[in-house]
């Protein structure tokens, strides 16, 4: 059985164990979610700045981060400065899927049957 001998020298990124199991992710994602979580606090996200350190395309960047985005696991503000201006995107990587509706719940009760419409 073959045998992985890590050799870095430092500079490690701790990384939840959920991300690599997540059924819901691609081997894309995962490697996305590393490389996001691995970026200094304030870091300057663009498309762009992510073309520079992976050699995925703008598509598949824009692809996985789409994705990642819809499983929760990313979100994306637009600020608003003076005057209704728009300021910068604030995004945030999240290392558990973050649910957009934490407190919406679907009632029990839901009856499925046409509503009585009175002429």
């Avoid at 992510?50 to 979100?75: A, E, M, P, T, V």
Wanted: no cysteine.
């Amino acid at each position: 059985m073959p045998v992985l001998k890590n050799k870095t020298q430092g500079n490690y990124v701790n990384v939840y164990k959920g991300i690599a199991m997540d059924p819901a992710l691609s081997l894309r994602d995962r490697g996305m979610m590393l490389t996001l979580l691995s970026l200094p606090d304030n870091w300057d996200f663009t498309t762009a700045g992510l073309r520079k350190i992976l050699l995925d395309g703008k598509h598949s960047i824009k692809s996985s981060i789409d994705s990642l985005q819809g499983l929760g696991y990313l979100s994306k503000e637009q600020s608003r400065g003076e005057g209704g201006v728009f300021g910068e995107n604030v995004i945030e990587v999240y290392e558990t899927p973050n649910s957009p509706f934490p407190d919406f719940r679907v009632p029990d009760n839901l009856a499925a049957v046409k509503p009585v419409t009175i002429k």
